[in-house]
């Protein structure tokens, strides 16, 4: 069994800052790579950034410097310095057994959050 909830999403300024939440939850001992996606009306999911169970991590080149992928008792999203074209719905996701090393391709992930929704306003 496994499942996926995000949480920490809201409206925030530009130049704002949030800490997007993912709980796992899962019986499995087997190796895996968790990662967040978004997506905005009218777009395709895109990749944001990934961590695996030896965490490594991969960004999305609009990412880097400004979002920060971390796990503890769960997988954070750290997102900073917010612009208006990062509004969009957010998704936690998870590969179990994992079938690479972290990466931002959806198609590598087989289990999916709800999403939680962030809009930054300008």
């Known amino acids: 069994q496994v499942t996926l909830a995000e949480s920490g999403g809201g409206e925030v300024q530009v130049g704002g800052s949030l800490r997007l939440s993912c709980a796992l939850t899962?019986?499995?001992?087997?190796?895996?790579?968790m990662g967040w996606f978004r997506r905005s009306p009218g777009k395709e999911r895109e990749g944001v950034a990934s961590?695996?169970?030896?965490g490594s991590t991969n960004y999305a080149d609009s990412m880097k410097g400004r979002f920060t992928v971390s796990k503890a008792n769960a997988m954070y999203l750290q997102m900073n310095s917010l612009k208006p074209e990062d509004t969009a719905m957010y998704y936690c996701?998870?590969?179990?057994?994992?079938?690479?090393?972290?990466?931002?391709?959806?198609?590598?992930?087989?289990?999916w959050g709800q999403g939680t929704q962030v809009t930054v306003s300008s």
């Open positions: 996701a998870a590969d179990f057994p994992a079938r690479t090393t972290a990466n931002i391709v959806p198609a590598y992930y087989r289990y």
């Open positions: 899962t019986s499995t001992s087997s190796s895996y790579c």
């Open positions: 961590i695996d169970f030896d």
